[in-house]
């Protein structure tokens, strides 16, 4: 499991972009053949938690956890990984990783590739890794702003909801081909239902752009079956949702 990493700087500064490069940790890991990883919103509980490794590992079943630390200074990253023991509750291995946020799926596949080799000799397809790469953005700003917006939506208000739809739409303006914020700003409206009258025509265009741009994500996916779902097609909801599932594997969809 990939605990929540600390953010070394000033408090709530970074903290969306922290939490949005270990979301895409846990993603790209859990698409390693011979790795079983717990999904992220399982692991957020454990934020700021108190609890030993050995008794995270006891609750979730597991024998290893990944933590960490990020430090952002300007457009350079420092990315501090250590994996953890649960039943010794030693660390087995740490590394840190340096580079710049245009270059972050590189750095972030860097550090899949080690915790991969580490890890009983988990070999990792890099050819899988890199086609989740179609649903990201090399702008650091774009990525910024649907960092922030996932942030808002998690305020489940009417007010953090319509601020979350103009910055998707900023990011979008900003790199019209990242997927994920097509596919996140149709989840936005369609979230919406009580805010924008352009639900759920706008948000499904939005979800087939997404689609159109990168067919196997599963974010798309399961954005496209929520859709469905929520248009009373059930049958064709039912077979996104299976898609985004096998996409993904265990990463959690909601």
């Given at each position: 499991?990939?605990?929540?990493?600390?953010?070394?700087?000033?408090?709530?500064?970074?903290?969306?972009?922290?939490?949005?490069?270990?979301?895409?940790?846990?993603?790209?890991?859990?698409?390693?053949?011979?790795?079983?990883?717990?999904?992220s919103?399982?692991?957020?509980?454990?934020?700021?938690?108190?609890?030993?490794?050995?008794?995270?590992?006891?609750?979730?079943?597991?024998?290893?956890?990944?933590?960490?630390?990020?430090?952002?200074?300007?457009?350079?990253?420092?990315?501090?990984?250590?994996?953890?023991?649960?039943?010794?509750?030693?660390?087995?291995?740490?590394?840190?990783?340096?580079?710049?946020?245009?270059?972050?799926?590189?750095?972030?596949?860097?550090?899949?590739?080690?915790?991969?080799?580490?890890?009983?000799?988990?070999?990792v397809?890099?050819?899988?890794?890199?086609?989740?790469?179609?649903?990201?953005?090399?702008?650091?700003?774009?990525?910024?702003?649907v960092?922030?917006?996932?942030?808002?939506?998690?305020?489940?208000?009417?007010?953090?909801?319509?601020?979350?739809i103009?910055?998707?739409?900023?990011?979008?303006?900003?790199?019209?081909?990242?997927?994920?914020?097509?596919?996140?700003?149709?989840?936005?409206?369609?979230?919406?239902?009580?805010?924008?009258?352009?639900?759920?025509?706008?948000?499904?265009?939005?979800?087939?752009?997404?689609y159109?741009?990168?067919?196997?994500?599963?974010?798309?996916?399961?954005?496209?079956?929520?859709?469905?779902?929520?248009?009373?097609?059930?049958?064709?909801s039912?077979?996104?949702?299976?898609?985004?599932?096998?996409?993904?594997?265990?990463?959690?969809?909601?």
């Amino acid at each position: 499991v990939v605990l929540p990493f600390k953010n070394i700087g000033t408090a709530g500064e970074n903290d969306h972009i922290v939490e949005g490069i270990v979301v895409d940790l846990n993603t790209m890991l859990s698409n390693v053949d011979g790795l079983k990883v717990i999904g992220s919103v399982s692991a957020k509980t454990y934020k700021d938690t108190e609890k030993s490794p050995t008794e995270i590992g006891q609750e979730l079943n597991t024998g290893t956890l990944i933590q960490g630390s990020i430090q952002k200074s300007g457009p350079q990253l420092k990315i501090n990984v250590q994996v953890i023991n649960t039943t010794s509750g030693e660390i087995s291995w740490a590394k840190n990783f340096e580079g710049i946020e245009t270059d972050l799926f590189s750095l972030q596949s860097q550090i899949v590739k080690s915790v991969g080799e580490n890890l009983d000799g988990v070999v990792v397809d890099e050819s899988r890794l890199n086609a989740l790469k179609k649903s990201g953005t090399t702008n650091p700003k774009a990525y910024d702003l649907v960092q922030r917006a996932k942030s808002l939506m998690d305020g489940n208000s009417k007010v953090s909801t319509i601020k979350a739809i103009e910055l998707y739409e900023q990011a979008i303006e900003i790199d019209s081909n990242y997927a994920d914020a097509h596919a996140l700003l149709g989840v936005a409206h369609s979230d919406s239902t009580g805010v924008s009258i352009a639900y759920p025509k706008v948000a499904y265009s939005n979800a087939k752009k997404a689609y159109e741009l990168d067919p196997i994500s599963p974010i798309i996916s399961g954005a496209l079956g929520r859709f469905k779902m929520y248009s009373n097609d059930p049958k064709t909801s039912i077979l996104h949702f299976q898609k985004a599932y096998e996409l993904s594997n265990k990463e959690n969809l909601g």
